[in-house]
């Protein structure tokens, strides 16, 4: 077998190699099969503030309901101040670690206006 024989077998499979390794990582990437650790990263800390921001906004409706206060009396923009006092009162019962702290407070007021 000669060298021009060799190269004219295998050119299928060093193309099938070079196409593969190009499409593979592109297909990968974009079908959201393969994720960055960024991107794993603000998921886990986006699910971390979603949690704890419902367990704010519950204990804003149970705050309200002992208090016989109303939660649309906490709606709007011009009640922001009150609604701000509550969530700061009841973020102080709730443990949330210091690095979400400002969004999990953020997302609680944003959920009662």
Known sequence: MTLDQILERTKPYAIGLVVGLIAAPT???NAGWITTTTASTLAAETA???ALAGICSTAAGR???ANSTDLATFKGYDNRA???E???GIMADIQVPADVLGKVSTSCSRSLS
Do not use: E, P, S, Y
């Open 63 to 65: 705050m309200a309901t």
């Open 27 to 29: 297909i990968g990437f």
């Open 86 to 88: 509550l969530v700061a």
């Open 48 to 50: 971390r503030v979603d």
């Open 82 to 84: 009150k609604r701000d």
